[in-house]
C-alpha cells in the first residue's frame, strides 16, 4: 500500500510555470507506476501523464506533450510533473495516481492509490 501526497499547486499566469510534486510513503515506490491526471470543474478525470517504474518510460496526453515533462525520483519516493507554456484550459485539479504494475495505463480505473489532488489555476 502507498500514501500520495501532492504539492505545488497555485495560480499563475498564461505561459507561466508550475511543478508539481508528489510524495509517497512506503519502501516499495520503485515498483509502481505513476501517473498525474486532472479533473476540470463538472468534467471526468483524464490522463496527463505517467511514468514507468525506473523512470525509463513516459506517456502524454496529446494536450500537453511538449510543454509537460513526468519524472521521478525512487530514492526520494517523489514524482514530478513539470508544467511550462500553461493555458487557461490547464485549469484543473491535478491527482496523483499509482499502479502496483509494469504495465503504464491511461485509464483512472488502473490505478489503486491516489492522492487528495492540488489546485492548478491558469488565467488568461
Known amino acids: 500500500q502507498v500514501q500520495l501526497d501532492e504539492s505545488g499547486g497555485g495560480l499563475v499566469q498564461a505561459g507561466d510555470s508550475l511543478s508539481l510534486s508528489c510524495a509517497a510513503s512506503g519502501r516499495t515506490f520503485s515498483r509502481y507506476t505513476m501517473a498525474w491526471f486532472r479533473q476540470a470543474p463538472g468534467k471526468e478525470r483524464v490522463f496527463v501523464a505517467c511514468i514507468s517504474q525506473s523512470g525509463g518510460n513516459t506517456d502524454y496526453a496529446n494536450s500537453v506533450k511538449g510543454r509537460f515533462t513526468v519524472s521521478r525520483d525512487n530514492a526520494k519516493n517523489t514524482v514530478y510533473l513539470q508544467m511550462n507554456s500553461l493555458k487557461p484550459e490547464d485549469t484543473a485539479v491535478y491527482y496523483c495516481?499509482?499502479?502496483?504494475?509494469?504495465?503504464?495505463?491511461?485509464?483512472?480505473?488502473?490505478?489503486?492509490?491516489w492522492g487528495q489532488g492540488t489546485q492548478v489555476t491558469v488565467s488568461s
Open positions: 495516481a499509482a499502479n502496483y504494475d509494469v504495465i503504464m495505463f491511461r485509464s483512472p480505473s488502473r490505478y489503486a492509490y
